[in-house]
């Protein structure tokens, strides 16, 4: 693991600066591979760092930093979003959920160590990203105390069953089914929105964002947690399984209505780059603080896998 | 509902208000069974009341109060330790796990609401657990905040790797071998012990302990906590499918070590025994502020199902 670069020359350069950070930190907060009971751990380990992007925890860290916060005090939250997000991929591509073999170019979980395993290994990421958010060390102050447990409870509703599991749930309920645009919206912004609204909100809260940035912010998130869906239901019609890294063509295979199915092609792609607008709109006011936000907003827009 | 009488006659009415609290208060916490999207809100509540006993709620209680503290202060923990207890239920009872069809008398999660929803109500559990111990009012005192964060962090090593999960990784693990009695007691002091452990030391924490009492606490809970499976395998191995409300003699029919199989059904009764003194031994210097302590640990050794 490299430095990272405390200056870098732009967003780009502090992207890749803050994910090597984040990479070491999640090192960090995990027991190492060996410990008792080693399986659990290596479980663990293999989906936490099969090759994600990171996006979640550098927007946790973008937010806060664009507030005047500092990488410290927001990292404990920037590990538990990825460690969430992870948690539900492995329990997403059970065989009773989505039965995926296939996660980022790898086998998916319960291939490799059988579906109790998987299971296990989902809900020992899960409890650990809640178990890190508690840890504080002694000497911390009051107000940085408060921000913790605020920042854990916006984390916890947007994983519960109005976020995370219940778009899962309506998510599992609508294959086969037609659902119009709106159900389709209402169902993104709790499977997808809610996690990376509660980056964006969680972080500004560990800076210490004051009223009218935290408004700003949450404009920012609720419009980059929609184009995120709309992006990978764009990838998923349009990209092969080689470069997505996972089984493609799955929505239409499963009867799962998508932007692409419900606006089109071109009309999911306006859907997007509306979107990414919305996104840059919110944070100008913000100017150089927000750069590497704007940056992220592309990035999620114009990514191809 | 009935309102609990605030002035027990004894230790046995004080069980029965506080029980009553407690499944007030778990109904409270949970958003209504028709709440968006209702197959999820459904499952978990028809797992958290499917008529459990309430033994680590009101052990989070007794603690708290054996110290002093308010049943206020000591609530959330009381709910959410019976929302993960109950999804490690849920999730042990799944096919690739225990495959259990059977559950307090009733048919399991996985057999009423198919897979996907038991490993989501699984989820949701876990999650609104460490959400409702995030979710403190405005006004509360720096010392009552900090304690909040201090138990959940208790909370969170007990459900982790090296309690609850670890302790059904290495029990499945130990399926059809047979371990040794160290073995086994490091298991369940994982499985079992791990989250009884943090119902009395997180109610003790939240009831402002002083070290001598925490430490004396902590002794307790080792005790019943090693107690309370010792009690299980005696049951599994002598009580019918209907007195227990479960699947009877699973662990000689899995090949699993127990308490029974490697002490016999007299050393497992003498060690329960032992333990229950043991219990009984580290609260006594409580004197009537630990009757309700005492008289749980009763109930733990001498229960029937």
Redo the contacts between chains.
Sequence with gaps: MTAPNPEPAGPAAALEGLRAEVEAALDRAL?PEG???A???RA?RYSLFAGGKRIRPVLVLAAAGAVGGSREEAMPLACAVEMIHT?SLV?DD?P??DDDDLRRGKPTSHKVF????A??A???L???A???????PAGWS?GR??R???A??V???A????GL??G???D??SEGRTIDGAALEGLHRAKTGALLGACVRGGAILGGAAEDDLARLARYADAIGLAFQVVDDVLDATESAERLGKTAGKDEAAGKSTYVSVHGLAGARRKAAELRGQALDAVAPLGERGALLAHLARLVVDRTS
């Design positions: 027991p410990a008792w009971p399986t659990i751990h663990v948690y329990h059970l009773a959920m059988g579906e109790a395993v299971i296990l989902g809900d020992a899960l409890t650990r809640f178990h890190l958010m508690a840890e504080v009051d105390v408060r913790r447990l605020a854990t409870a984390l916890g509703e994983c519960g069953t109005g599991i219940g899962q749930v309506v599992l309920e």
